[in-house]
Structure formats: C-alpha cells, structure tokens
C-alpha cells in the first residue's frame, strides 16, 4: 500500500518538473516570425542583410504569400546558409482573402480580358466586374437585372425568379436545381451571386486604370482616299484614357474618366481651362414607404430601352445586336464613364418600382458634334475619332465639336403582370439651340460632288441622306429650342415555359402632334426564342422604314446608316473628317428582312451553329442574303478543330441598284490547350469576293487612261499563328504572327482589326499581361505590319493648283508609299 502510494508520489513530481521544465524553455525560447504577415521591423530582427530583407518584402507583394518555406530559394540573394537559418527563426501562416478578392482572384482569367475593353462593351465589363467583387444575394436578384448579364436567357431569369417564390435558395444546388434554368444560364449566373447578405454590405473599395496607345478605337472614315495616309498620321498627341471608380459595395458609386483619341487636342469645358471629362454619383436601393428607388444618377450616365428602337445612348454600333447571348444592350440607367462621348448623357436620372409598375425618367443637358451650316443651323450630328473642330484640312469654316445644345428629356414605363411577361412605353424628345436642316451641298458636299449626289448608280443609297429628319420647331419646354425631335413606343415581353417572344414598335413624331401620326415613319423589331439544354433557335424581324431618323436607335441591323452613300466617298465631300457621317454612325441602315440563328450540340464532341439573314435596304430596294455555318469538333477536351463558312451577296437583279457582289469566305482554326492554360492556335482564311467590273480601279500603264477590262474580283487569303504562354502564375505572353493578302479581320488579344490590302503582308504582335501584385496590373502590346512593294504604281498627277506646287511640274514618277505600320498599347490596372 505505502508502495504504491510512493510511487504514485515519485511520477507525480517526475511528469510536474517536466512539465515546468518545458514551460520554462518555451518562454525562453523567441517566437517565431512569420514570413506572411511580419512588418518590416520584424523582418529586420533576423539575420538577414538590407537587401535581403527588401527581397523578401519585393517577393511578398509583387509575387504573393509564400507558401512554403522553400520559396525562399526563389529569392536571389537568399544563400543556402541564409536559408537554413530562416527555416528555424521563421513559420508560414496561410493567408486568406476576404470574399471580394477571393473571387476576383478565381476568376482572374474573365477579369483579365474585361477590363482592357474600351468599347462597346465597357458599361457591360463594369457591371460585370462590381457583380463579381460585390456579389447579390441570388434571393433578392431582380429579373432586369438578371437580363443584363451575358449568356443568360430571359428564360432562365424567370426560372430564378420562380425559384425565389417558393422559398429561400440556401446553395448552388438549389439553384441548380430550379425548373427552366439551363446549365449555360446557370453557369454564367453562378460568378455574380451569393446565397446570403454580405456581412459588410458597405465594403469600400475601387479600381484605376490607364490606358495609352497610338492607334485610333475607329476606322478612318475611308480606307481608299488620298486623305487615308494624313489621318493615319495623326499620331499625336496619343490616345489616352483615365477611369477612376469608388465604390461603397452595392449601395454608391463614383466614377470619372478622362479621355482623349489620338491626334486630337485637348477640348475643354466652354471658355474655361479645364478639360473635358466625365463624372458621376450613383446611389442604389432606396426604399421610400411602397416605393423602392433602385437607382439615382446625377452626372454622365447612359440609358437604353427594350430592343433599341426608341432609346439606346452609346456611341458605337453592333451588328446583328440580337439582345441574346453576347450580343446584348445593357438595358435600364447606367452611369457613363466610358468611351461614350456623342451620345452619352448628362443630367439627372432616375428608376423606381412601386408594386408592378417600373419607370425611368431622365433628363440631360450636353453639348453635341454637328455639322454647322453657314445660316448658323446645323445638317446633322457627327461622331468623330479624333475630334477635329474645324476638319482634317481645316475646311470647315464653322466648328464642329461641340456646336450644338441638346436638351433631352425621356421615360420608360413597364407593368409586368407575371415574372418575364410586361408592356412598356418609351418617349424621349431632343431639343437643339440651332434649327435641323440638311443642307448637303451647300456644308456637306465640295463642289465635284455636286453632280453626283442622288445621281450615282454606285451611290444608290443617297436617298437615305434626302429622308434625313429636318426641324425648326419650338417648344414649351425651353425657350431656347429651334429644333424638336420626339421619338415614342411600345415594347413587349413574355415567356413561356422555354420560350420567349419579345419586340418594339416606334414612331418618329414629325408633326409633333401624337393625335396626327399617318405620316410618321415607323420602326419595329419582334423576336421568338426556344431554349433546350443542347439547341437554341432565334427568329428576328426588322423593318424600319427610310425616314426613321433616330440618332439614339441601335436596334438589330447588319449595317449602319448612310452604307452605300456619298458620305462614303470622301473624295466628293468639303472635308475628309466628314466621312466620320458614315463610318462612325452608330444608327441601324434602314433595313426590312428576317434573320434566324441556332446553337446545336449534337454530342459531346460535335458542335454547329448557324445564322441567316436575308433584308431589303430601303433606300434603293437593293436585296441582300447573308449565311453563316460554324462548326466545332472536339475529340477531346484539349484538342479543338472549327471550321466557319460565310456566303453573302447583294442581288444582282435588282434595277434600282444594279451594283452587286458576292463573298465567299472559309476560316479553319485548329487549337491545342496545354497544361497551365498554355494554348497554340492556327488559322486559315481564303475568301472572294466577286463585284460588278469596275474598271476605274484598272489602270491602263500604257495610256494612264482607265482600263477597258475592269476589275471585277478581289481575292484573299491568310495563314497564322497565334501562342499564349502563361510563364507563371503572374506573367503571360501572347503573340501571333500572319501573312496575309486581300480582306481580313481578326481578333488579337483584346482588339478587333480590320485588313485589307492588295499585296502579299506580314502582321505580327506581341502582348506581355504582369500581375506586379494581386491588386496592379499590366498590359503592353505592340503590333506590326510589313508590306511587300507595291508594283502596279506607274506614276501620279500633281495638282498644280496646291500652294508651293511649281506649275511645270505635274508629273509625279516617285509615288509614296509605306511598307510598315506598327502601332503599340499600355494599359495599367490598380484595384483596392
């Protein structure tokens, strides 16, 4: 018994001073420092010289975290003795990002490509990218704001909407699982939502981003006139464009953005010197009793209304914009700090909801680009890149930019009776300082173009110009107005089950008198669309008649307005910069015609899609027939083989418009995806495009007169090689190299181009994407063109008639010509 109890007593002490012992060297053991989180100060402490530390501190921010302590060997200066030390004095602790920059940092690869999109789709990309660090709670998610994302259905918004009604979705399986939601709407609904209230809804944060380059965002206003090469010199100053965004999560935002397009000078507000630039503030969900303001802009912001026939206020035109897929519009009031200058507006705008019933009213003060008439009244807006006030050779004695005061007041109203089903009504009525009358031949036209407009079988579309919109009207609304434009009407939305019928009738109200409306012009889009897992179908009808004039319409359309007209040929007109009248128009052409388009998966490893338009263009009757067929195999996830085959033609048959074409186009793409995202893709393009013989564009070398064979056909092919590298998780490189010959178009890393020439070329780029830091980023891209020697130039006339021209010189036997272009761009990106 005793000796049990002694033995009880002896462990007892023996585990006690051990114990003590223990406790005893752990406080006098120094705590570790931690690689992640220690101040500089901390870092100091250690054995380590002055470069070493600032090593380590350069790694921790510019490369991340470590995450594990043999990234120390990563570091230069970190010797191996250095090492072993460290890895004794030293721990790691993971580092975890709050909820905001855990998504970005997941989906950085979308992120990547959106902020470097400066044009049509900026206001898009915004919204994306605050969706995306400030996800709303898929519970409260309201239907219009579910159609403004890409890639998802107003089917699939409904489904969500259902979804809500029968109780709270508490997972992404609940989701998932909700009647009518496609796995693609799903998918692309999942980056933007969170199944719960953010525990900090007021979360400060924001983004800048700098943009520099030395090439226009526009084409030239035409790619064959002697006046191409003076505005491709226009390279300075360089475009520059500045975007600063705050925002207090969901609830308020301000933006501002300066932006200048190359070759442009600086443009200032009115007399003062401060320049040009945008600004606003945004404040969302407003409750007010029963009645929920979701948002109110004061400053720049843009607005846009059911298919776009009324109202849509941007300054850029998409083709075949179907409100589908990715070619939407970003319907409803956003703040503008984007590209958008001619047709963005300024004021003060608001949305509200009281029960079923949506409505938005704005209202907007700016000055516009026009082209000014002698009498002081002006022809017709313009769009300009860059922006020239008195033309590219100062021909125009009266200024362009920003001539003309516009005071626009409009609204939207909607009743929705069920979830995707509503009516709606939208007005807006533009009032300028200065009367509208078109004068083309006496501002618009230089005196050789006199003869030719509305009488040039290769202009057959003049009359579109002569249908312009004129106006001298007064109005209550402002005693200053000269001129009044109203624009009004009725839109529509339903779906049922997987499908949804959809469309917009409009009128141009040119008596101002809404009781008075047989001699209004009129404009209408409607739309079907059926929606299965693995086939969708699209059938789309347009019809806008010729005197539509509606600056502010971006409804479906192939072309833009003024396609086909003498605004096209700059030779004929006072000023080169005018031909910005066409090239730079964001208005749909006045086009009449059914377009249908479906995705089908028909395996897993076969994908085809296709597209068909057949439309009249108004103005000359002319017909035309466009058909695409893609095609995509897949025999496995890393092997991708595509093949598109374009078919397109204006009638040959048709009187009024005896000009016709036909193009034949086939791309072939093979791409291969690689580990860590690495990716090589080839391409082959051939194409022909058949016209009618046009033998001023032969030149008989002989005589110098115009050929009696005509040139009645233009090929074009091209093959190239693009390489993306991703050289860790922090650096990437892409660069592509083409030759090509004839037309082309292609996208290279963030841009769209455009090519056309008529000898053989060699087109290379290079673009390096660094994240300095999880926050900075960079982005450089050069690019280049090399031309083979043009041949066929035999000599050239001078016109005497040019100030410094000697008279006796009239022969020109050394043509100028370049054979290389190269042009660059330098974006920089910080969030915080």
Sequence with gaps: MINKRLIHQIIYIVISVLLLNTLYLQANVPEKIDLNTASQEEIANLPLTEKQIEDILDYRTYIGPFKSIYDLRKIDSIDYDTFLKLKQLT??????????????????????????????????????IDMLSNPVNVNTIGFYDMLNLAGLSPIDAVAVVNRQQMGEIKNRNDLRNSEGLSYYGF?????????????NPNAFGGSFSSVVKNITLSQTPSDDASSYTDFIRLDYPLDVYYKLRLHWGTKYRLETSYLRNMGEETIYFGNSHIPEFKAFF??????????????????????????????????????????????????????????????????????????????????????????????????????????????????????ITNSVKELLIGGNLKYSFIPG?????????????????????????????????????????????????????????????????????LEFMTVIKNMTFQGEYAELDKNLSLTDRKNDPRAMVFSGYIQFDNF???????????????????????????????????????????GYLYSASAQPQAEKGFYYSFRYQIHRTLLLSAEHDIWNRQSDNAKYNRAVLKLEYRPVFKYRFRIRQKWQHRDKTNTLSPVFYQANETRLEAIVRMSKFNQIRVLYSLGYTEFTPRSRLVTNAETGEDSY????????????????????????????????????????????????????????????????????????????????????????????????????????????????????????????
């Design 91 to 128: 721990s790691l602790s993971p580092l975890f990002l709050d909820e905001s920059h855990q998504r970005v940092e997941d989906n950085y690869y979308k992120v990547e490509q959106w902020i470097s999109d400066d044009g049509a789709s900026e206001n898009f990309v915004n919204t994306w």
């Design 187 to 199: 998918s692309n609904l999942e980056d933007f939502i969170r199944y719960d209230d953010s525990e």
């Design 282 to 399: 945004e404040a969302n969900s407003i409750h007010l009793g029963g009645l929920k303001l979701n948002k109110i802009i004061v400053g720049d912001y843009i607005a846009s209304f059911g298919q776009g026939v009324v109202f849509e206020a941007t300054d850029f035109f998409m083709p075949r914009k179907t409100g589908f897929a990715w070619q939407k519009r970003l319907n409803g009031l956003s703040g503008n700090a984007s590209r958008t200058t001619q047709y963005g507006l300024r004021g003060l705008a608001a949305e509200a909801r009281l029960g079923n019933f949506f409505g938005t009213g704005f209202v907007s003060y700016d000055a516009k680009d026009a082209v000014v008439n002698s009498d002081s009244s002006f022809s017709a807006l313009i769009t300009m890149y860059p922006r020239l006030k008195h033309g590219l050779y100062d021909n125009i004695e009266m200024p």
């Design 421 to 489: 089903t509503h009516v709606g009504f939208t007005m807006y009525q533009s009032m300028y300082d200065r009367p509208l009358d078109l004068q083309v031949t006496e501002t618009i036209l230089d005196p050789t173009g006199y003869s030719k407009y509305l009488t040039q079988i290769g202009n057959s579309a003049d009359s579109e110009i002569a249908a312009s919109y004129t106006s001298s009207a007064t109005s209550s609304l402002w005693s200053k107005a000269q001129a009044v434009r109203r624009v009004y009407g």
């Design 536 to 578: 969708n179908f699209l059938l789309l009808y347009r019809n806008y008649e010729l005197g539509f004039d509606n600056p502010y319409q971006r409804s479906f359309s192939n072309y833009h307005r003024y396609k086909g007209t003498i605004y096209e040929d700059v030779f004929y007109l006072k000023d080169p910069v005018l």
């Design 709 to 832: 064979v005509g040139n009645a056909g233009s090929p074009s092919n091209a093959l190239g090689m693009t390489v993306t590298h991703n050289v860790n998780e922090r650096i990437k490189l892409m660069g592509s190299i083409l030759t090509y010959e004839g037309f082309l178009w292609n996208f290279e890393d963030t841009d769209f181009r455009i090519f056309n020439t008529s000898t053989r070329a060699l087109h290379g780029w290079l673009a390096v994407f660094t994240r300095l830091s999880s926050d900075f980023s960079i982005r450089m891209k050069y690019s280049f063109d090399i031309h083979e020697p043009m041949t066929n130039i035999v000599g050239g006339l001078v016109d005497i008639g040019n100030a410094g021209i000697d008279g006796t010189e009239t022969s020109l036997d050394n043509v100028y010509y370049e054979p290389f272009y190269s042009d660059f761009r330098i974006q920089l990106d910080y969030r915080f």
